[in-house]
């Protein structure tokens, strides 16, 4: 394993360790409006929600890596206050991408990357038609996290209104599954959240599983996967006759059972395991 101290690495180095290596991350296409009327429309992939009771976001609009100078985004939002931020969807991407281009101050990205303007509820900035999910916000703090090129600035946003497509919200929840994210990785590498990328891996039940230190010493010997043994610690108690190592297990049944934790049919397993 490399290992480095941040202090030695050049701004570039250290960027680029920190896009590759923390990903996939959502991206946030915000919209924001100078005191003189004029709609800026940029992506940021430093970004993320922080709560839900008050909703809050955050992202960081840093400042440029070559000479330290603020961006648009930034200059807005301690100008006005206010942004709307907005989910990137994969038929979106390209028209993002062309956002992210550094267009001198005064042109309307909006017209550059052929996105709608919609007028929004409360703030000013419009929103992106194109996109299914836009939360209107109010700048709440914005902290320089240093003064040097490239240094962060995040801007902490309260939640003021939400927008979301009326097809994309069922029984008061996001139909995730239909949303059809992208994220940011590093490089030039996007991640889609969609179809067979999705999978669900529900939390360990309500009461206390045995935990990964509660399985017994031969389940180790088995060739199961670090993810399939911790699916099995997630039960609650050992089955009685679980403790001692089966007197022979084939590769036929090793596959049965990795088929079972794959549909994580936790009990067939252990049901498995118990009767060998």
Avoid at 27 to 50: E, K
Avoid at 66 to 92: A, P, Q
Avoid at 115 to 142: G, I, N, W, Y
């Amino acid at each position: 394993m490399y290992s480095f101290d941040p202090k030695k690495l050049d701004i570039r180095q250290m960027h680029n360790l920190m896009i590759g290596g923390i990903a996939p991350r959502p991206i946030a296409l915000v919209s924001t409006q100078s005191a003189s009327g004029q709609d800026n429309l940029a992506p940021f992939s430093f970004f993320n929600a922080f709560s839900s009771n008050p909703p809050v976001v955050a992202f960081s609009p840093a400042r440029r890596g070559r000479d330290g100078t603020y961006k648009d985004t930034y200059k807005n939002l301690v100008e006005t206050k206010e942004c709307v931020v907005h989910v990137v969807t994969f038929d979106i991407v390209e028209q993002v991408n062309l956002t992210s281009t550094e267009y001198p101050t005064g042109v309307d990205e909006f017209i550059k990357s052929g996105l709608t303007k919609v007028a929004s509820e409360v703030v000013k900035p419009f929103r992106v038609q194109e996109s299914p999910f836009h939360l209107e916000c109010r700048l709440r703090d914005m902290i320089a996290l240093g003064d040097n090129n490239g240094s962060g600035q995040l801007a902490i946003c309260d939640v003021i209104y939400v927008h979301i497509a009326e097809n994309l919200y069922k029984d008061n929840k996001v139909v995730v599954e239909k949303m059809d994210q992208v994220g940011r990785n590093g490089g030039h590498y996007y991640t889609r959240a969609f179809g067979p990328s999705l999978f669900e891996a529900p939390q360990p039940q309500t009461k206390l599983g045995i935990g990964w230190d509660g399985l017994p010493n031969w389940l180790f010997e088995l060739g199961l996967t670090k993810n399939q043994l911790a699916l099995l610690a997630q039960v609650e108690s050992l089955p009685d006759n679980v403790h001692q190592k089966p007197p022979s297990w084939s590769e036929n049944q090793l596959s049965e059972l990795q088929k079972k934790l794959q549909s994580r049919d936790i009990a067939s397993a252990w049901q498995l395991l118990s009767t060998q």
